[in-house]
């Protein structure tokens, strides 16, 4: 079996999201949490895992984002 290497490089100037510590990882969040698996196409995988690095955010704060203001805006 052979190992892929990640072609992601990050920028030279991208700060590393904050660390949780072993206590904050594992407490219960406050709202119901669900897991899912996104297909998506690798370059857009990228853009957005460089713009979150840019950011220091992570790509789930992104994308939480973005479909609550999809979702805001479909009166859902």
Do not use: C, W
Request: overall charge positive; cysteine-free; hydrophobic content about 35%.
């Amino acid at each position: 079996m052979t190992s892929k290497k990640s072609k992601f490089q990050p920028p030279a100037a991208a700060k590393a999201a904050p660390r949780r510590s072993m206590t904050e990882a594992f407490v219960e969040p406050e709202e119901p949490v669900t897991m899912f698996t996104l297909r998506m196409n690798s370059e857009l995988h990228r853009q957005l895992k460089v713009q979150a690095a840019n950011e220091g955010r992570s790509m789930k704060e992104i994308l939480e984002e973005l479909l609550r203001g999809y979702l805001d805006k479909k009166g859902a």
